[in-house]
């Protein structure tokens, strides 16, 4: 493995990146159906984020090798449970790509009438077409090499921050507080709405652990570290501030109808060919998360191949240490996905996938947070001096956050996840396990 591919402002853009992807971009239009309390669901989602980021960041002092959640739920509970934890988060990962693809698309349609799936023109067939054009094109920049998709990752990253701090620093002298004044738009208490709104904010979170996971091809767990909890941080500010903006600029009543609401943003503040600027500046955001996502989807099918949790051709590299075979399986199943998955409204088909996706990593971080407990519990002090760490605190806050998250989510969402899950342990025991037992 490369330890020199991935460098920490590599690293910083894998984090923000990931995370800063077409959520931004399209959240606040599904949060204005909640109000103005969704700002709050921001500010919590965040604080837990930073407590997930802190975890993660001591699991890979602890373990750093490639693979991330999984390689410490591994060493943690065993080999079922890693392979569990490495199918459903490669799940969830497949399943945040073909999200990201949808949202990408859907920014697409401020400039192609075809694409916009509020106009008389749309032709889901184009929609997915583009979609399936964006999965495969990151593949096979992937499968060129890790230190390529960094670079690549590095640039997209520095373009889509761009429009969001200038929407920030300008949008804040045409903020009006009358249209912040509707706390909840819903029938729903106001801690329903908020859960509610948070289980939305989440997705947007989903990638903090993303310098995890190719720790091999980094140069350390202290960029590690940095990298997952400066860009958190980062990440976590950008979001509060735009979206407290977008909210202060567009009535509530509007907002929760617009499909381009930064891009109307920017043409509120800058004039009309701005707005397209910024839908292109969102599609570019969208194309940068599925990039980092596509880095991960073949992480970690390589991580547990390496184990003989997969099968042992997902474990063997190319000649620039990329997992062809993992990538892939993995696009071709985000594909079929993506083709099951055809809404005629596109703000739906996004909203399904997006919350699947959320519920599926916070599956994964809560059995992550249970680990470091585990590790922190058998470090060998007494157990009254370990309750009373820090170490201890920030799992235990970060495994209640993951808890109550996961608590959120209805009835259908997480009968799918609990399906997708039990589905893995049957495949592990007649299938799985003699690559194991090796």
């Known amino acids: 493995m490369d330890r020199k591919a991935l460098n920490l402002p590599i690293l910083i853009s894998l984090v923000v990146g990931n995370m800063i992807g077409t959520g931004i971009y399209v959240l606040p239009a599904s949060l204005a159906e909640y109000g103005t309390i969704s700002l709050f669901s921001w ?54 790509i ?10 697409l349609g401020f400039i192609t009438p075809v694409l916009d799936a509020n ?23 992937n499968i060129i090499g890790i230190h390529t998709a960094g670079i690549v990752q590095l640039f997209l990253t520095l373009i889509k921050v761009t429009p969001l ?7 804040m002298g045409s903020v009006h507080l009358e249209n912040l004044t509707q706390f909840t738009v819903s029938h729903e208490s106001t801690f329903t709405a908020l859960s509610s709104a948070a289980a939305l904010t989440f997705w947007a979170f989903i990638g903090l652990e993303s310098a995890t996971v190719p720790a091999e091809n980094t140069r350390g767990y202290r960029d590690i570290s940095r990298a997952t909890i400066y860009g958190t941080l980062a990440t ?6 735009s979206s407290f903006v977008l909210m202060g600029m567009i009535p509530a009543s509007e907002l929760k109808n ?6 109307e943003a920017g043409t509120m503040l800058f004039g009309p060919y ?10 570019i955001s969208g194309l940068g998360a599925l990039n980092v996502c596509t880095l991960i989807q073949g992480q970690i099918v390589f991580a547990a191949a390496r184990d003989h949790l997969f099968p042992r051709l997902f474990a063997k590299l190319s000649k620039r240490d990329v997992p062809v075979a993992g990538q892939l399986l993995s696009s071709t199943l985000v594909t079929l996905f993506l083709i099951l998955t055809i809404e005629p409204t596109l703000l739906k088909q996004f909203n399904n996938i997006a919350l699947l996706a959320a519920l599926l990593t916070l599956l994964t971080y809560f059995a992550t947070t249970l680990s470091e407990l585990k590790f922190i519990i058998q470090s060998g002090q007494s157990f009254l001096r370990v309750l009373f760490t820090k170490s201890m605190l920030i799992a235990l806050l970060a495994a209640a956050y993951s808890g109550w998250m996961i608590s959120s989510f209805d009835a259908q969402i997480v009968g799918i996840a609990l399906l997708i899950i039990l589905f893995c342990i049957p495949v592990y025991y007649f299938i799985i396990r003699k690559y194991a037992s090796a």
């Open 165 to 171: 701090i200038l929407v920030i620093l300008v949008g």
């Open 43 to 96: 500010v919590y989602t965040s604080v837990g984020a930073v407590f997930l980021a802190l975890t993660f960041a001591s699991l890979n002092r602890r373990y750093p090798k490639t693979g991330g959640p999984y390689v410490y739920c591994k060493q943690a509970y065993g080999k079922l449970a890693g392979f569990i934890v490495a199918y459903t988060y490669w799940t969830s990962n497949m399943v945040s």
């Open 236 to 241: 976590a500010a950008i979001y509060i501030l």
């Open 119 to 141: 106009g008389p023109a749309y032709n889901h067939m184009t929609a997915l077409a583009c979609e399936l054009g964006i999965v495969w094109l990151f593949t096979f920049i």
């Open 258 to 263: 617009s499909q381009f609401p930064f891009a």
């Open 274 to 283: 701005s707005a397209v600027l910024i839908a292109i500046c969102a599609f």
């Open 98 to 107: 073909a999200g990201i693809a949808v949202a990408s698309t859907g920014y």
